[in-house]
T-cell receptor, first 119, second 116 residues
Framework: AQKITQTQPGMFVQEKEAVTLDCTYDTSDQSYGLFWYKQPSSGEMIFLIYQGSYDEQNATEGRYSLNFQKARKSANLVISASQLGDSAMYFCAMREGTPLLRSNYKLTFGKGTLLTVNP | DTEVTQTPKHLVMGMTNKKSLKCEQHMGHRAMYWYKQKAKKPPELMFVYSYEKLSINESVPSRFSPECPNSSLLNLHLHALQPEDSALYLC???????????????FGAGTRLSVL
């Protein structure tokens, strides 16, 4: 079974509008972390935002916010005021395990959502 | 400054060649990673180094040989590769593999490898 599910292969949004990219996850661990990365066509993976499983408030970084709903196991990325430069592939990723376990090292990525911002 | 530098950006090699990919970071990170990414797929972890020691090898074929000469450098030595090894190879680093505060990994721009 997939641990990270991104159900939207592609999304379109008009410039200056907000967009939500969906991510659901599956884990039995109590301690885990959720990440969003942006990958433009150039290839570099750019870290956007992080949410720890024990964090009580939703993470925000500038125009990015993470809508964390623990009971529903969802960690959706919200991009406000979209810009043309936001066009890219977006990956949701999860790190499981406690600090003492090897599994902590690994990021499991979803399949990604290709976002296109239209002028 | 969150910068991971990878060289070369592009590499074309034959199946009998030996080449190396290089990754460098000066952020004081003690964990470094190699990922392989095929087109239109997510990255797949290959190796993890923690404090210059190999911590994880995700059952990668021996034609890929990682090396961590010091805390800032990570190499990936390539020998006798197959055409299916053509991919984008990404290097990443993080403060510490076990850190829960600021656990994010920072990636380089990658090396696009073509094996002929």
């Amino acid at each position: 079974a997939q641990k990270i599910t991104q159900t939207q292969p592609g999304m379109f949004v008009q410039e200056k509008e907000a967009v939500t990219l969906d991510c659901t996850y599956d884990t039995s661990d109590q301690s885990y972390g959720l990440f969003w990365y942006k990958q433009p066509s150039s290839g570099e993976m750019i870290f956007l935002i992080y949410q720890g499983s024990y964090d009580e408030q939703n993470a925000t970084e500038g125009r990015y916010s993470l809508n964390f709903q623990k009971a529903r196991k969802s960690a959706n990325l919200v991009i406000s005021a979209s810009q043309l430069g936001d066009s890219a592939m977006y990956f949701c990723a999860m790190r499981e395990g406690t600090p003492l376990l090897r599994s902590n090292y690994k990021l499991t990525f979803g399949k990604g959502t290709l976002l296109t911002v239209n002028p | 400054d969150t910068e991971v530098t990878q060289t070369p950006k592009h590499l074309v090699m034959g199946m009998t060649n030996k080449k190396s990919l290089k990754c460098e970071q000066h952020m004081g990170h003690r964990a470094m990673y190699w990922y392989k990414q095929k087109a239109k797929k997510p990255p797949e972890l290959m190796f993890v180094y923690s404090y210059e020691k190999l911590s994880i090898n995700e059952s990668v074929p021996s034609r890929f040989s990682p090396e961590c000469p010091n805390s800032s450098l990570l190499n990936l030595h390539l020998h006798a590769l197959q055409p299916e090894d053509s991919a984008l190879y990404l290097c990443a680093s993080s403060l510490d593999v076990s850190r829960t505060h600021k656990p994010e990994q920072y990636f380089g721009a990658g090396t696009r490898l073509s094996v002929l």
